[in-house]
C-alpha cells in the first residue's frame, strides 16, 4: 500500500506564492505517474499537473501553464508543487495522487489509485 502526505498549503494574497510537498511512503513508485488534482467547493476534482516518476516529462491544465510547475525528488518519494502568480480562483484543496499505470497525459481522477487527504489552498484577493 502507498500513502500520501500533502503539506505547505495555507492562505496566500493574490500573486503570491506557494509550495506544495507531496511525500511518498509504504510501496514507493518506480514507475507510473504523480500528479496534483484540486477541488473547489461545489465543483469536480479537476488535474493540474501530472510528472512522470521515473522520465520527469511534465503534463499541466491550461489555467496553471506557466504559473505552477511540478518536480519530484526520487531519492526522497516526494513531489512537489511549486505555485506562483497566484489567483483567487487558485483556492481549493489540493491532492496529490499517484498510479503505477497512469502516465503523465493522465488527468482523469479515476485513472489515479492513491491519494492524500489534501491540503487547503487558498488566495485573498
Known amino acids: 500500500q502507498v500513502r500520501l502526505v500533502e503539506s505547505g498549503g495555507g492562505l496566500v494574497q493574490a500573486d503570491g506564492s506557494l509550495r506544495l510537498s507531496c511525500a511518498a511512503s509504504?510501496?514507493?513508485?518506480?514507475?507510473?505517474?504523480m500528479a496534483w488534482f484540486r477541488q473547489a467547493p461545489g465543483k469536480e476534482r479537476e488535474f493540474v499537473a501530472a510528472?512522470?516518476?521515473?522520465?520527469?516529462?511534465?503534463n499541466y491544465a491550461d489555467s496553471v501553464k506557466g504559473r505552477f510547475t511540478i518536480s519530484r525528488d526520487n531519492a526522497k518519494n516526494t513531489v512537489f508543487l511549486q505555485m506562483n502568480n497566484l489567483k483567487p480562483e487558485d483556492t481549493a484543496v489540493y491532492y496529490c495522487?499517484?498510479?503505477?499505470?497512469?502516465?503523465?497525459?493522465?488527468?482523469?481522477?479515476?485513472?489515479?489509485?492513491?491519494w492524500g487527504q489534501g491540503t487547503q489552498v487558498t488566495v485573498s484577493s
Open positions: 509504504g510501496r514507493t513508485f518506480s514507475s507510473g505517474c
Open positions: 495522487a499517484g498510479a503505477e499505470t497512469a502516465s503523465r497525459w493522465s488527468v482523469g481522477a479515476h485513472e489515479y489509485d492513491y
Open positions: 510528472i512522470g516518476w521515473s522520465g520527469g516529462r511534465t
